[in-house]
């Protein structure tokens, strides 16, 4: 299929809880690591989306984008860990270099907040078909443009990718080097990315045309081919995802 | 009675000073079958564009003139509304692809979903649309995946499904081959029969003298004829509007040979061949 996707088709658990339930987990256990700022808290929390992870047998599919993230963590983990305002406690040295205590621990909690960040919409992006999700979210109110927006995204750059491909072929033809050092994959940089842009406005305009010649801008209400899906214990685990995030707001109000 | 109604139609693009359409009037009946024909630049999609609403509502610029389709006014009518009376189906099958849905089936419903066509009913339509096209056996294959004349068929497929009064085709066949050409002129002849009013920008102008009742000339923005294939393609100037008539025809003028029922050179390989085989 000519789309990019990262959804696992599996069977899980986990792709069998509703789509918005997902994104509402996405939502409450990012919130609650900000709620309640506590090492061992937000440690808990990570180790849950990891778990979720692996019980939605996507835990392998995680890791590629967590060592993404890998730059940013040592950035903070450097930044905090030296320069923190409240560093007083040193925890090691080499040579010149100094680690404090609190610049290390804001740094770890840091750390798992963007871990768990990754994991929870990990949870989301790679167990739920993303144009179901998109029409839960039409259903209940997003704006169709948006949701299209996300969907045509995701075909459109495979699709350029393979009109970047057929230029490069044309160009090549004629005589351009496109491979080689980096000065001359400077030079052919601009020959190949003008006309696939220039297509690309072209394409968009004409699909612009074909989106509003089928009613895409019309103010009917719109109806859907495909059927909401049914599935099961959708307001137990909502409900509990709720008292959660109540529960923690809580706990910051009256601690 | 007219489903078309031109009258005095002028249009020139933002930033131009030039016209597109230059008072411009005609009239077409329900089921007529009219070709566009006339050189690059000549017109013929800023026409295709003013009869589906696009021009004056999606190009702006300036616009005089009225133009009537199943009774509504274009000016008074947003695109979307009009999208319910006429469909368009243009040249890049590509590009008429939304881009936003997973299966061939999902595509064709965009349309419906948007009018807000309710779900057993756009099945009923989906499917009748499908079979017309031909293209059952790919209801589940993704949008990208097709050639060129399917993804052509498919989006075809996505407008006769909103059940169109008027279909207007902009150059539908330049992409295609010998072959996909000739399955969508078949597919537009069958439409027609259903009552359904074709209006094709095409430069396939054998094929055009085939299918079409009527044909409209166009030059500079002009309307230079608006007749019967027969009367369009016997005129001597075409060449000076960057048309070369049919093979028929020219074979015709150079061998002498006029259709015995018309009078005029004949359009048809069909014509020609009659005509040949009554004199030997």
Redesign the interface.
């Known amino acids: 299929m000519s789309t990019m996707t990262l959804y696992v088709d599996k069977k899980s658990f986990i792709h069998h809880v509703a789509p918005l339930t997902k994104l509402l987990y996405v939502m409450v256990s990012i919130a609650i690591t900000y709620i309640i700022p506590k090492l061992e808290f937000v440690l808990f929390v990570t180790l849950t989306s990891l778990l979720i992870l692996a019980i939605g047998k996507v835990f392998r599919k995680i890791l590629p984008i967590l060592a993404l993230s890998i730059l940013l963590i040592i950035s903070i983990i450097i930044v905090q860990g030296f320069f923190h305002p409240e560093n007083q406690t040193v925890l090691y040295s080499i040579g010149f270099i100094t680690f404090y205590k609190e610049g290390l621990t804001f740094a770890a909690l840091l750390t798992l907040r963007v871990l768990n960040m990754i994991m929870s919409f990990g949870i989301l992006i790679l167990t739920t078909k993303h144009d179901e999700l998109v029409e839960d979210l039409i259903k209940k109110g997003m704006s169709p443009k948006i949701g299209y927006v996300l969907l045509s995204v995701l075909q459109l750059i495979p699709q350029m990718r393979a009109t970047m491909g057929k230029i490069t072929d044309a160009q090549r033809s004629r005589g351009m080097e496109t491979e080689g050092n980096l000065l001359v994959r400077v030079k052919a940089f601009f020959p190949l990315i003008v006309p696939v842009v220039l297509n690309s406005l072209h394409n968009t305009r004409e699909r612009a045309i074909a989106l509003e010649v089928r009613g895409f801008n019309t103010k009917m209400k719109k109806t859907f081919l495909n059927l909401s899906k049914e599935y099961q214990y959708t307001k137990t685990i909502q409900s509990i995802l709720w008292a959660i995030l109540i529960v923690t707001i809580a706990w910051r109000i009256l601690s | 009675m007219s489903i078309i109604q031109v009258e005095g139609l002028k249009y020139k693009y933002p930033d131009t000073d030039q016209l597109a359409l230059d008072d411009i009037s005609f009239e077409v009946k329900q089921g007529e079958f009219i070709g566009l024909i006339g050189r690059n630049t000549a017109g013929k999609s800023t026409l295709c564009f003013a009869l589906?609403g696009?021009v004056p509502h999606?190009f702006n610029g300036g616009y005089g003139g009225k133009v009537f389709v199943n009774g509504l006014e274009v000016r008074q009518h947003?695109?979307?509304?009009i999208?319910?009376h006429?469909?368009?189906v243009?040249e890049?099958p590509?590009?008429?692809?939304?881009?936003?849905?997973?299966t061939v089936?999902?595509e064709i419903?965009?349309?419906?979903?948007?009018?807000?066509?309710?779900?057993n009913e756009?099945?009923t339509r989906m499917d009748e649309s499908l079979d017309l096209l031909d293209i059952t056996s790919i209801k589940d294959k993704?949008p990208?995946?097709l050639s060129g004349g399917q993804m052509q068929r498919v989006?075809i497929a996505?407008?006769i499904a909103?059940k169109p009064k008027i279909l207007i085709l902009d150059e539908p066949t330049s992409q295609l081959d010998p072959q996909g050409s000739e399955e969508v002129f078949k597919v537009v002849e069958n439409l027609t029969k259903e009552g359904i009013t074709i209006i094709m920008a095409e430069h396939k102008i054998d094929k055009l003298a085939e299918y079409a009742d009527k044909v409209a000339l166009i030059d500079h923005g002009k309307l230079i004829d608006f007749d019967t294939p027969a009367k369009v393609f016997s005129r001597d100037d075409l060449p000076d509007y960057g048309i070369t008539a049919p093979t028929a025809t020219r074979i015709g003028k150079a061998l002498g040979i006029k259709d015995s029922k018309t009078d005029l050179f004949p359009v048809t390989i069909k014509a020609i061949s009659r005509e040949i085989g009554d004199k030997l």
């Open positions: 589906s696009l999606f947003e695109v979307g509304d999208a319910a006429v469909g368009l243009f890049n590509f590009s008429q692809m939304t881009a936003s849905k997973y089936f999902e419903a965009f349309g419906l979903e948007n009018m807000g066509v309710e779900r756009m099945i993704h990208f995946d989006a996505s407008v909103m």
